[in-house]
Structures are given as structure tokens and as C-alpha cells.
């Protein structure tokens, strides 16, 4: 079968199915990127090689077990894993830039860079989903404040005007809502990076 062409849904689909020739046409149709990506966060070609490897090996394991379910989405699901297996060669080697829970420190940061590559946006994707589920795990009172505010923009007026509340109470419970997802990121040990 010609597989240049294919999706590379079909790819991972035959390749489950046994046709082992289909995931090297997958390795082979991404590896200068993800091996380009690996390469720019740690900026040393063997330990780049290792974790290239290392993602392709997770990557197997993963399809091979039947636990592969992103709808077509294979390639930034490799780049998450890679990410992963960077931050944990950081971690490992105790090399990771922790962030300071400062004022100054903003968890939205990672969100307002538009001047991305290809790489980068698929881990702001991920990065943005992550701080979704983050956000999913406050209370509604102070989720609510926080989505109007971050990703509808709204002034703590116009909150204070659609929830019924006074300006100090959205201030206040935006406030909880930035040291509770602090608390959070720190519980889970969640690096936000991109």
C-alpha cells in the first residue's frame, strides 16, 4: 500500500492492526520535528536522541496496549509525550526553572504568546487544556469570576453586573481563585511550560 498520502490516523489504525511498515512512515514523517522541538528545550544531540527514542518507545507501548484514543490528533500527542520526557530529564537532573508563587507570577502567561511556531502551539494547546482541568477543580464561585475574566475579558463591572455580586466580592473571589490554583499546581507538582 502507497502510504504517502495517508492521514496519519489511518497510519496509527494499520499500524494497531499489525502493518508495522505504518509506523515508520509516521516516525519518518515527523521525526525532524519533534527531533527539532527535543533538541531546542535541551540543546544537546545525545540526550535529544535518548529522549526522541524514549518518545517513540512510549509512543509504541501506548498503541500497542490500545490505550491511544486522540481522534486523529497523533502528532500533538507525540509532542505532549516528548514534552513530558523533557521535563522529566530537567527534573531528573534538577535542571527545571521552577516559578516563584509570586504576585508577579501569572499562570495566563503561557497563553498570550501569538508569535508561536508549530511546535510551541501544539504544547500551548496542551498547556492551555491543562490549565482548563486546573480551573475545572475550583469552586464554581470563584471559577466563574475567573473564566469571565480571563477568557471572556469582562471587567470586574461587567462580572459584578451579570453575577449579582459587588465589585470587591469578584475581586475578591478572583483573588482566591489565582491562590487556589497556586495551591493546586503545587499539590500536583504541574510544571506550565511552553
Do not use: C
Not at 517513540?56 to 490505550?67: C, Q
Amino acid at each position: 500500500m502507497q502510504y504517502d498520502n495517508v492521514q496519519d490516523s489511518i497510519l496509527v489504525s494499520n499500524y494497531i492492526k499489525g502493518d508495522e511498515s505504518a509506523l515508520e512512515i509516521l516516525i519518518n514523517r515527523h521525526k525532524q520535528k519533534i527531533y527539532s522541538f527535543i533538541f531546542s528545550k535541551v540543546y544537546d544531540r545525545d540526550v535529544a536522541e535518548d529522549i526522541f527514542q524514549d518518545t517513540f518507545i512510549k509512543v509504541i507501548r501506548t498503541l500497542k496496549r490500545g490505550a491511544y484514543n486522540e481522534e486523529g490528533k497523533f502528532l500533538p500527542w507525540v509532542m505532549r509525550i516528548s514534552h513530558n520526557l523533557v521535563i522529566d530529564y530537567f527534573r531528573k537532573n534538577n535542571r527545571m526553572p521552577k516559578f516563584d508563587n509570586t504576585e508577579e507570577f501569572n499562570i495566563f502567561s503561557v497563553l498570550s504568546d501569538n508569535s508561536l511556531n508549530a511546535e510551541s502551539s501544539i504544547i500551548k494547546y496542551q498547556v492551555e487544556n491543562d490549565v482548563r482541568r486546573l480551573v475545572e477543580e475550583l469552586p464554581d464561585d470563584q471559577k466563574q469570576v475567573l473564566l469571565m475574566r480571563i477568557y471572556d475579558d469582562l471587567s470586574f463591572k461587567e462580572i459584578s453586573d451579570k453575577t449579582g455580586v459587588s465589585i470587591n466580592t469578584a475581586l475578591g473571589r478572583m483573588r482566591y481563585a489565582l491562590i487556589n490554583l497556586r495551591k493546586i499546581i503545587d499539590k500536583h507538582n504541574i510544571i506550565l511550560t511552553n
